[in-house]
């Protein structure tokens, strides 16, 4: 009997898809720090990045008075506290700048960036207002999410009518975070943004964190109003009513959780996930080289379903419910194609450039409010190119 693989061969091709895990579980941390502050013998790579994983890994680089180390030991640390509060952190990557003459914390971001980029959220050594303004600008414009904390007591001054705060808010710097605390040796923003660092961003927030390492301190009524005026977080004792005697009842909490620009974090990572998500799928639909048909754009369609459909069983998105009343499915997520065949019709310059398109949206777990899609593929030849294809 003749063996039918002789005279028929069947070819698979199994879809891969790029993972973000790596990128949003990394942590990128940015520090002045010299030759003084790392432990005898230790020699800094070329790069000037080090990956440290451990507290282990971390004692072989950093002297433990200095305040790098208490820095990057309280993002280690998260990872072992209990849920909801343990860190996801995979690596944190450290990267040692060197200031210049009339350069700032930006020049340094965008120095740390350029040599190594694989990490979603950082922060920096300083709790200087200026260097937190300058590196929190650079961030932005390099789409990371940047926190970072100050103990400047000026903000409380209700006469000065303007500030870094502010004006980060000014310029819709919505990718930044800032966080209050008194003590500047402890760190509060990398203890709570740690806690946030996830391979699922946005599966798990900073506000109500309790934090490990770092100290809750105590504010006047005045003070905390100011803090939320300018949406900044701050770690906090809690109790259920005024009066002494109360530390048994007391629970220790991160408030505040917002962005400079006063949207809830958790849900500024979910949009933040779902954006880079979309982007890295986009170019696994690119990698396929399909022809411009109706068909491929349902390819493109499946693939991002798909990503909705993961945020929605990990709590990214609200479940699909059913009105009680009208017996309507509500659903938590739509997303739907604007076909080539359509754009040939409404859109000629669209349709002769081999748009893809994408239109819906979805309901974030945190508020349930709709967050429109509007996604497109529209790339020139020149950057198709630029990226291999």
């Not at 990490?119 to 600008?137: G, H, M, P, W």
């Not at 500047?184 to 699922?200: F, N, P, R, W, Y």
């Not at 599966?203 to 100011?226: A, F, H, K, M, R």
Request: glycine share 6%; net charge negative.
């Amino acid at each position: 009997m003749a063996n039918i693989d002789q005279f028929v061969k069947v070819g698979f091709s199994i879809s891969k898809a790029t993972s973000l895990a790596i990128f949003f579980s990394n942590y990128g941390y940015l520090c002045t720090a010299t030759i003084d502050d790392f432990v005898d013998g230790y020699i800094l790579p070329p790069s000037n990045i080090i990956l440290l994983a451990t507290v282990e890994d971390l004692q072989k680089v950093f002297k433990t008075d200095t305040q790098y180390y208490k820095d990057i030991e309280t993002l280690l640390l998260q990872k072992g506290n209990l849920r909801p509060n343990r860190a996801g952190i995979n690596n944190v990557v450290v990267y040692v700048g060197v200031l210049g003459s009339g350069e700032t914390y930006g020049n340094l971001v965008n120095e740390m960036i350029s040599v190594n980029g694989n990490y979603a959220r950082l922060t920096i050594d300083s709790r200087n207002l200026e260097d937190i303004f300058e590196a929190a600008k650079a961030a932005h414009s390099k789409d990371r999410r940047f926190v970072a904390q100050t103990s400047d007591e000026s903000l409380f001054d209700t006469t000065i009518t303007d500030n870094v705060i502010k004006e980060l808010n000014a310029l819709n710097c919505d990718l930044i975070d800032v966080d209050f605390h008194f003590n500047d040796s402890q760190a509060l923003a990398c203890g709570e943004s740690s806690i946030a660092t996830q391979e699922l961003m946005g599966s798990v927030g900073d506000l109500y964190s309790q934090i490990t390492n770092v100290t809750p301190q105590e504010y006047t009524t005045t003070q905390e109003s100011i803090l939320k005026d300018l949406y900044l977080s701050y770690y906090t004792t809690v109790t259920f009513t005024d009066g002494g005697a109360l530390d048994n009842y007391a629970q220790k909490l991160l408030l505040g959780g917002f962005t400079v620009t006063g949207e809830d974090r958790k849900r500024r990572d979910i949009r933040y996930y779902f954006d880079k998500m979309f982007k890295a799928r986009s170019l696994d639909f690119l990698a396929k080289k399909l022809a411009y048909s109706d068909a491929s754009a349902n390819v493109l369609n499946e693939m991002l379903t798909r990503i909705l459909i993961e945020g929605q069983k990990n709590n990214l998105i609200v479940p699909n419910t059913i009105d009680e009343e009208t017996g309507e499915v509500i659903k938590g997520f739509d997303i739907k194609p604007i076909y080539p065949s359509q754009l040939r019709k409404t859109n000629p310059t669209a349709y002769g450039a081999k748009r893809y398109q994408e239109v819906g949206y979805y309901r974030d777990a945190v508020t349930g409010r709709e967050v429109a899609i509007d996604f497109y593929i529209d790339p020139e030849d020149y950057e198709l190119a630029e990226i291999g294809f």
